[in-house]
């Protein structure tokens, strides 16, 4: 019934062609291939990137075009999600109907139109999130959230399919820049400092905290700042921006009423020779051990649902410090993309501390669910 109803509004023969598609095998990408690849944007190495983003990007595509049709409970034929079907849909015959790609002429066209299907793509988290709500909404309270794991195990292989999926368009995108940053790969910095991207990152949550409590606690880093290794500094600036607004609100919360100045949270960036991780820090009073396997889902969220106080609610909505209840687990998708990963440890009662791990060798395949 889902599939049914699902494909009215596209051609029986593209839908036969999506799940043709949808069969074939992806191939990964490791991010020292991509920096070593990138490193030299030659017009044969564009031709070459645009000719297997043509295949790849069909195949990563279509595998999620037909997953949407099939989510359980019901899932699928919520409206937030039959509309993002139809970009995935829509991207699928985008990439299908384009020739082979021969020559520079091709190749630029060829970029300009996944450009495209980035900005189609731009509201999907969202979007997704709205549809994972409409469920809920209709749910019975009694059922216990993680229990629906079907759903979760959708949303993370959805989502971690996304991050690759934008990676590679960005990354090809960016390799056209005539006049690239210095120590820039496309996405990739060859020279980031973990420091400096911690220290942005807690400026911006700051600044969103200041925006809704008047005021925020301060953030303390510790590191080395003249330490650098290579990595996508947007991600990890998501990744700490996530982290560092979640102990703010928590200190901000717990300390409101209170006398007491409200401790810093504290930031430690550490170069081991695997990993470089870092360490969040607050005294925010932690999270109960119950808590903690929700903390990892996407239908949890310890702040009220944006869409209870703004039913009519866009998706451009503003940045909130709390909200639908997935930093947290696509943070660690963020981290695992590229062979890290993200663990949370709490002291109820006092604070918690999430551990960030980046991988620093950066051959580590892409993981493709």
Not at 64 to 69: F, S, T, V
Not at 140 to 145: A, E, L, N, R, S
Not at 266 to 279: F, L, N, P, Q, S
Request: charged share 25%.
């Amino acid at each position: 019934m889902a599939a049914k109803k699902a494909c009215e509004s596209f051609s029986k023969s593209l839908i036969e062609e999506v799940h043709r598609w949808g069969c074939l095998k992806q191939t990964g990408v490791s991010l020292r291939y991509m920096m070593e690849f990138g490193s030299k944007p030659t017009n044969k190495n564009l031709l070459i990137s645009a000719q297997f983003l043509h295949k790849e990007l069909a195949i990563r595509i279509a595998r999620r075009a037909i997953e949407l049709e099939n989510l359980p409970y019901g899932l699928s034929l919520k409206p937030a999600i039959l509309k993002v079907r139809d970009w995935y849909v829509d991207s699928f015959r985008d990439l299908r109907s384009f020739p082979d790609i021969k020559n520079m002429n091709d190749e630029k066209e060829f970029t300009e139109m996944i450009k495209a299907i980035k900005v189609r793509h731009n509201n999907v988290v969202p979007t997704m999130a709205m549809g994972v709500q409409q469920l809920k909404k209709g749910m019975d309270p009694k059922i216990v959230y993680e229990d629906l794991v079907e759903i979760h195990q959708f949303l993370d292989r959805f989502y971690m399919s996304r991050i690759g999926i934008r990676m590679l368009i960005g990354q090809h995108v960016e390799l056209h820049n005539p006049n690239p940053p210095p120590h820039c790969v496309g996405y990739i910095h060859t020279k980031m400092s973990p420091v400096e991207v911690a220290r942005n990152a807690s400026e911006d949550a700051r600044s969103i905290c200041c925006r809704e409590y008047g005021s925020a606690p301060d953030v303390h880093i510790y590191g080395d700042p003249d330490f650098t290794f290579p990595y996508v500094p947007a991600h990890l600036h998501l990744m700490v921006f996530e982290l560092v607004k979640n102990s703010l609100r928590a200190v901000q919360e717990r300390f409101m009423d209170s006398d007491k100045v409200a401790p810093p949270v504290r930031i430690i960036v550490a170069d081991g020779i695997e990993d470089v991780t870092i360490k969040v820090s607050d005294e925010g009073g932690g999270i109960p051990r119950s808590g903690l396997p929700k903390i990892f889902t996407y239908l949890y969220s310890t702040a009220k649902n944006p869409l209870d106080e703004h039913p009519d609610l866009g998706v451009d909505y503003n940045v909130t410090m709390a909200g639908y209840g997935y930093g947290l687990p696509i943070s660690r998708l963020y981290a695992r993309y590229f062979g890290g990963d993200l663990q949370i440890i709490s002291m109820e009662g006092y604070g918690t501390d999430a551990y960030l791990h980046l991988s620093r060798l950066g051959d580590s395949q892409e993981p493709l669910p």
